[in-house]
C-alpha cells in the first residue's frame, strides 16, 4: 500500500464551522492531489500540489484552499463549511504525471449539518 | 473541461457472467485509465493505455483504447464476487499531467448470488 494517511476519517460538523482535513505521505512524491467523490458525480478534482508551496485550482476549487508547507503533507481548509461540501474527500499521490497512476488515500467522510 | 460518459450506470450479475462496460468522450484523448473502487477505500489503478487501438489484459480483465481515441472498453470475464465495486474511466487533465485526472462518473457492480 502506498503510505498515505487521511485525517480524520469521519467528521461531523456544523454549517458555518472551519474544517481542516489532513493528508500525510510517507513516499516523498512531488504531486498530491484532493478529490471529493459525490453520488452521481464521480470523483472531482478540488485542489492539487506540484511541489511545496505550489499549488492550483481544480474543477471544483470554490470554497476549499490549500497548502503544502511540507513534501509530505497536503492540507485542505473548509474556512466555512457549507452542507454542499457534504462529501468524501480523497488525497491522491503520484511521483510521475507520465503514467497517470494515482494511489489514492481511503478517504475522509465529511457531514455538515 | 472534458467530460467521460460512462455506461451503464450499473450492472446487476450472476457470479461467473462476463462484463462489459465503457466510456466515451468527445475530445480524443492520449491515454485511458481504469481504476477499480472497492467499497470504502479509494480507487486503484486496473489497467492504463497509451496508444490507440492497444488491447490490454490483466488477468480476468481486458481494455481497449479506440482507434477514433474517443472511446475505451473494459471487460471482464468470468466474474467472482471481488469484483463487485465501482470501476472508473479516467484522462490526464488536457494540461498534461501535473493537474490530475479527469474521472468518469463509475459504473457500479453488483454480483447477486
Known amino acids: 500500500d502506498a503510505g498515505i494517511t487521511q485525517s480524520p476519517r469521519h467528521k461531523v460538523t456544523e454549517t458555518g464551522t472551519p474544517v481542516t482535513l489532513r493528508c500525510h505521505q510517507t513516499?516523498?512524491?512531488?504531486?498530491m492531489y484532493w478529490y471529493r467523490q459525490d453520488p452521481g458525480h464521480g470523483l472531482r478534482l478540488i485542489h492539487y500540489?506540484?511541489?511545496?508551496?505550489?499549488?492550483d485550482k481544480g474543477e471544483v476549487s470554490d470554497g476549499y484552499s490549500v497548502s503544502r508547507s511540507k513534501t509530505e503533507d497536503f492540507l485542505l481548509t473548509l474556512e466555512s463549511a457549507t452542507s454542499s461540501q457534504t462529501s468524501v474527500y480523497f488525497c491522491?499521490?503520484?511521483?510521475?504525471?507520465?503514467?497517470?497512476?494515482?494511489?489514492f488515500g481511503e478517504g475522509s467522510r465529511l457531514t455538515v449539518l | 473541461g472534458q467530460q467521460l460518459n460512462q455506461s451503464p450506470q450499473s450492472m446487476f450479475i450472476q457470479e461467473g457472467e462476463d462484463v462489459s462496460m465503457n466510456c466515451t468522450s468527445s475530445?480524443?484523448?492520449?491515454?485511458w485509465l481504469w481504476y477499480k473502487q472497492d467499497p470504502g477505500e479509494g480507487p486503484v489503478l486496473l489497467i492504463a493505455l497509451y496508444k490507440a487501438g492497444e488491447l490490454t489484459s490483466n488477468g480476468r480483465l481486458t481494455a481497449q483504447f479506440g482507434i477514433t481515441r474517443k472511446d475505451s472498453f473494459l471487460n471482464i470475464s468470468a466474474s467472482i464476487p471481488s469484483d463487485v465495486g465501482i470501476y472508473f474511466c479516467a484522462d490526464q487533465y488536457s494540461g498534461g499531467g501535473a493537474d490530475g485526472l479527469t474521472f468518469g462518473k463509475g459504473t457500479h457492480l453488483i454480483i447477486q448470488p
Open positions: 491522491a499521490i503520484t511521483g510521475t504525471t507520465r503514467t497517470g497512476e494515482l494511489f
Open positions: 475530445s480524443i484523448f492520449n491515454t
Open positions: 513516499e516523498n512524491h512531488r504531486y
Open positions: 500540489s506540484y511541489g511545496v508551496k505550489d499549488t
